[in-house]
């Protein structure tokens, strides 16, 4: 059980396109997801928290206009890098929480992106 | 800012061995602590986690030990094997919501 998907698993795009990356729960409902990017050989920093039906909370220096978060049901989020620079290749990872009055999370296996 | 931090970027260790992997953290407030392995190319998968209001939970050939005093959580494991080579996290309760800081890695090593 709490098995989090993620799709594409890599892609790669030109600068300026935008990329969509969908983030599931396959076997839970949740409430919660959270996006984190991670750079070669660094720890996972958390990008925004994702709150269905309502609008991502998005951490310091996170730029919510340039990362868009929508989380439109209990099993889905999707996170759309817009305009993409090199500079936004990253591994994005998501996460889930399984709700209530919990910490734990299970994370999707992750998207490579490289913009060229 | 408060954060998570390793006092070991790198653990080399031989099949068979105990490892141990440690992890500084500077919240106080901090009450729940959580251990990932992440193999290359993969996302973080869950070990064990703990609780302030312990100091010591086991798992299958892993205990996780925390010190509330010196703010250090320690994560062993038993009779290392090579499918344990990753990089292990520790992770802290943010300081909102159900959230997670990420502590910096250790990578493991397991040379046969």
């Known amino acids: 059980g709490a098995v989090v998907s993620q799709h594409p698993s890599w892609v790669i795009c030109k600068s300026g396109t935008s990329v969509k990356i969908e983030c599931r729960s396959l076997d839970f409902q949740a409430t919660t997801m959270f996006w984190y990017r991670q750079f070669p050989k660094q720890s996972l920093m958390l990008m925004a928290t994702?709150?269905?039906?309502?609008?991502?909370?998005?951490e310091q220096g996170v730029e919510k206009d340039k990362f868009l978060i929508n989380h439109a049901s209990l099993t889905l989020s999707t996170l759309t890098v817009t305009s993409a620079h090199p500079e936004d290749s990253s591994f994005y990872i998501c996460s889930a929480g399984l709700g209530g009055e919990t910490y734990e999370q299970y994370f999707g296996p992750g998207t490579r992106l490289t913009v060229t | 800012g408060e954060s998570v931090g390793l006092h070991l970027p790198t653990l080399s260790v031989q099949e068979g061995d105990n490892s141990i992997i440690n992890c500084a953290y500077s919240n106080s407030a901090s009450d729940y602590f959580i251990w990932y392995k992440q193999e290359s190319g993969k996302g973080p998968q869950f070990i064990i986690d703990i609780r302030s209001n312990m100091d010591k939970r086991q798992g299958q050939r892993v205990t996780v030990l925390l010190n509330k005093t010196v703010k250090h959580l320690s994560l062993q494991i038993a009779a290392t094997q090579p499918g344990d080579s990753a990089v292990y996290f520790c992770?802290?309760?943010?300081?909102?919501?159900?959230?997670?800081?990420f502590g910096k890695g250790t990578s493991l090593l397991v040379t046969p």
């Open positions: 992770a802290e309760n943010a300081n909102s919501g159900y959230a997670l800081n």
């Open positions: 994702s709150n269905e039906g309502s609008k991502a909370t998005y």
